[in-house]
């Protein structure tokens, strides 16, 4: 049985600086990946070369046993859907609208939305807060709604493959919980695949079956979070102090102050 998404033996390099050397990853339906790094560590080149946004200096990326490389631009579409660190919006379309443009990759040349692809947009707005302001124009929204809002196209293209680069960026505590939540069941429900850089720490230890740190010279460790998130990798990788505090019998993890 061939994996969700695998990487063999994968290099890449950004100039002169490798992000990884020779990664063997394999990601199985229903799992959520966590990558973490310092800033500079290569995590965004790396999610973007699981999109094929950008190529490998070596090895392999496969979708369901099959090389990505050799699939359609409407294959990629449709099985990996991004999300980028930062987002531009362009037309000024209402918030339904955007939404609604996350089915394009699943629909036929010169065909219209139907009422399953309407009714999926309005389960996305409901998951990511936002179905009362389904009308109201994007311009008008604020940096939280707006990363909200692409999220919810995301969640509305319904790819295999979730590609997550920072998703709680610009979003407030409520909403962050919110969406990781929602991630989690996606993941457990749907058999989805989702990998994403995060910087917290917390998060990374709560809501993923595995972790991949970027040292940004090459080295990578890849595991569970409770082999890889400990004070000595953690404090190298960052090359910080960071504490392990435990509380009601969970981890939670600090910054030496």
Not at 216 to 244: A, C, K, M, S, V
């Amino acid at each position: 049985m061939s994996h969700l998404l695998e990487t063999q033996h994968l290099h890449i390099r950004i100039a002169d600086q490798v992000v990884c050397n020779d990664l063997n990853l394999q990601m199985q339906s229903g799992e959520i990946w966590g990558v973490l790094g310092p800033n500079g560590s290569g995590k965004t080149t790396l999610l973007h070369t699981f999109a094929r946004l950008r190529k490998a200096a070596h090895g392999e990326i496969l979708l369901q046993g099959k090389k990505l490389a050799d699939l359609s631009t409407k294959a990629v579409a449709q099985n990996i859907g991004v999300l980028f660190q930062n987002t531009e919006n362009g037309f000024d379309q209402t918030v339904f609208e955007f939404c609604l443009a996350g089915r394009h990759p699943h629909l036929s040349r010169f065909a219209f939305e139907g009422a399953d692809d309407r009714e999926r947009v309005m389960r996305a707005l409901i998951a990511t807060d936002l179905d009362k302001k389904s009308a109201q124009k994007v311009s008008t929204l604020s940096g939280g709604e707006k990363r909200r809002l692409s999220l919810a196209t995301l969640l509305t293209q319904a790819p295999r493959v979730y590609i997550l680069d920072e998703p709680t960026n610009h979003l407030d505590i409520q909403h962050q919980i919110q969406i990781m939540q929602h991630l989690q069941q996606l993941a457990a429900q749907h058999h989805t695949g989702i990998i994403m850089s995060l910087h917290d720490l917390n998060m990374a230890e709560h809501y993923c079956q595995r972790i991949l740190l970027l040292f940004g010279d090459g080295e990578t460790i890849q595991g569970t979070p409770r082999e890889i998130l400990t004070p000595n990798h953690l404090t190298r990788l960052f090359r910080y102090p960071i504490e392990q505090i435990d509380i009601n019998q969970q981890r939670r993890w600090l910054p030496h102050l």
